[in-house]
């Protein structure tokens, strides 16, 4: 299946396909394990999918007034499948999913309307005088048009992957009935959904809309996406005015007051995808601008501790919060943004924090038995895990996404121009491009001591570019064969490889650092029912709830190493008492020197032996990876680890 649209502004750095690039070791194995249990096992496709497939075949999320999500998941399963068979090729998984997108389109009206909602026409928030009788708050909840992007999305990706007319025919009629039941109600689309999100989540259908627009050429479909766009720029301020408010610069939550109840993070990040997609399409200046302005906002307002953006899913001025928490689906968002600035623009920050994001936030995400991932990640405690959502056991937003973000990040460590091949991240990996017959395996090493191997075989000569991370150091070096060549932090290293095989040894001098939390923190002066507290301890629930002496009530510091955040875990056999009842070293000039240490059986990804030094005195401390320092989800130990000291 061809494009029929091209892009008016094109890439300057594209991903390579996926599959083209493998990630081995701990990190492979880590995500291969997820992608069986989740994805390719019969279990995967006839209990998890089958639970996904009935909530569009028997739609419930509309049985009370309140609206439910669970229309959300077979497109995200979809998704996530149609790339999971582009990474392994797995044959059977290919006719599994072209055979679920069949059966959805079964389920469709004559009009193709396919959603979990029985009345298409129910896409205003509920009156909260009434949903408080049923779930005990002023519940406004409305995830109609939300679910249908996702199964229109599924559909659409289903489509393209297979070719298969039919599959996009059915996305095709499922996307116009949505835009004319609209027009024909006059309906704004930022008035639809949870009120208090303003729109975000239906509005972020743009970017499936316009991978359908660029295969079918429907001009009704980009008008759509820029009818939403364009309300995003209003004169009048009206919320959410994403556009308008990021060409002004002001942070997030700033916009508006009460930032915590309006600011989705994940939906509105869904959003930034599709204003950047929208640009390539349509060249509209204003609309990449607003992005990108939007990542200086959220990097400089909105970062947490753990390399991803947002307090538990909401932009809240979470840089200010010690005790952080992040939702997977943010974190996996963040990086996407990233990502897609980077291709547009070939600017290496936006790579250090995707980077940064990913070794940290997201890789905190996942299981470590590969079956279950997290609803939040925090920064000590225990992560909050995630369970079955709208009715469903066996499926959650998060958790549904986690191939995707793992995915993206692959298609990312290798990418290409029209001269050039660009190796932007060192975990171990193996690229293969048949075609132009070149093969690249990059060693294990990267994260422990700073230094890559890359074994290159190519039949022509290459143009080959080197991210050089932001935390290189000032004395990073790369030698190939008997050439030494000083790196600068921030750029990309630039060598021409002849046919053959070549090998590059690149030593990046990574130091650890201690970082003092700047913001006062105490938890105890905190509001009854402040946010922060409700979204950390969530202590309406059962086995997810978490006390608050879990929280840290003092200023904290933490250390980093390369672009890692180190942690203390009971998995390595760390007491509670340490990691919990300390003196802190924040504001005492403490300097830290970091070694890497043997994993023995502590099932981490880095171990190190770290050593603090103030006046003369020296204490060691047993640190890890903060990715895996707590990714045991079966454990309920309220007090299993912490990344501040």
Known sequence: MKEIISYKVKNKIDFTPIGNTHFSEFIGNYFNRFFENRVLS??????????????????????????MWSGEFWGKLEISACRVYEYTKDASLLEFVKESAYRVLSYARPDGYINSYKDSANFFAPNPDETVKIMGWRCDWNWNIWCRKYTLWGLVECAVLTGDEKILNGAHKLASQLIHELHEKNVRIGDTGTANFSGVPSGSIIKPMLILYRYTGDRELLDFCVEIAEDWDRDDGKRPNIIRNALEKKPVHEWYPKSHLWAK????????????????VTGTEKYFEAVKNMYELLRQNESNVMG?????????????????????????HWM????????????????????????????????????????????????????????????????DNIPRGFLNFTSSAVMTDNKHFYVTEFCPFEYKNEFKGIRIICSDGYLETGHATLQIETVSSLALCLRIPACAGKKATLTAGKSGIGLKAGEFCELNIEAGHTQINMDFDFHASVTDFSEPVEVDSYPKHDFRIDRWIWENTTERGMPLDSMMNKPCSFVTYGPLVLARSKKLGTPEKAMFFFDSIHGKNVAVTVKPMPRENANVLCRFDVTLSENGNQNRIDMCDYGTAADNFDNIDPKFFNLYL
């Open 42 to 67: 019969d279990f995967a496709k006839t209990k998890i999918f089958g639970e996904a497939e009935t909530a569009l075949r028997e739609p419930h999320d509309d049985d009370t007034i309140v609206g």
């Open 265 to 280: 993070a994940y939906e509105t990040m869904s959003c930034l995808d599709g204003l950047l997609e929208l640009y390539r």
């Open 308 to 332: 991803s953006v947002g307090f538990n899913d909401i932009f809240a001025h979470a840089a200010a919060w010690e005790n952080a928490i992040s939702e997977p689906c943010d974190v996996i």
């Open 336 to 399: 996407r943004v990233c990502t897609e600035l980077f291709t547009l623009t070939g600017d290496t920050k936006y790579l250090d924090s995707t980077e940064k994001a990913f070794y940290n936030a997201f890789m905190a995400s996942i299981s470590d038995d590969g079956t279950w991932g997290a609803r939040g990640v925090r920064s000590s405690g225990r992560h909050f895990m995630a369970e079955g959502q709208s009715g469903c056991k066996l499926n959650h937003c998060c958790v």
